[in-house]
């Protein structure tokens, strides 16, 4: 049995669909963060029959929840204090998502401007479509990452 000690200040991320914690770890740039980090991939569960879980001892301010909500927004997010769970956030898609994916479009100014940031704005919250702000390309949140 696998035993990962319990965090004193910091936050799990549970619900993690099995394979996805490695590109959350990426996109919240945790590997730039000096923090401890436990990352337990594959693990059982009643409900998702395998699932991801990332446990980081650091500040809650320094989680991003738009990206992570982007990601994946059915994650369960757990505010450790003191070694116990104060708080469980819930995640929503955010209305605007910016340089976390980028545009497709050969045509779009991010294609040719490449300092421009690559901004997506949330079109459709029933079936997670982002579109592009400069072009309209759509992006479907099923098919990324």
Not at 15 to 23: D, M, N, P, R, Y
Not at 56 to 62: A, G
Not at 99 to 109: A, F
């Amino acid at each position: 049995m696998l035993n990962v000690g319990k965090i004193e200040e910091g936050f799990v991320l549970d619900h993690i669909q099995a394979g996805q914690s490695l590109s959350i770890y990426e996109h919240l740039q945790l590997d730039k963060l000096d923090c401890t980090v436990a990352i337990i991939k594959n693990a059982r569960s009643e409900k998702m029959g395998k699932k991801d879980i990332l446990k980081v001892e650091c500040d809650i301010d320094m989680l991003d929840l738009d990206v992570l909500a982007f990601i994946n927004h059915n994650i369960t997010v757990n505010v450790i204090k003191n070694g116990e769970i104060v708080e469980k956030k819930e995640l929503v898609l955010p209305q605007q998502i910016k340089n976390v994916i980028k545009c497709h479009n050969p045509r779009c100014i991010t294609s040719i401007e490449q300092e421009l940031p690559h901004i997506f704005i949330l079109a459709d919250p029933e079936k997670e479509v982002y579109r592009c702000k400069y072009c309209e390309e759509k992006y479907h949140n099923g098919t990324k990452l």
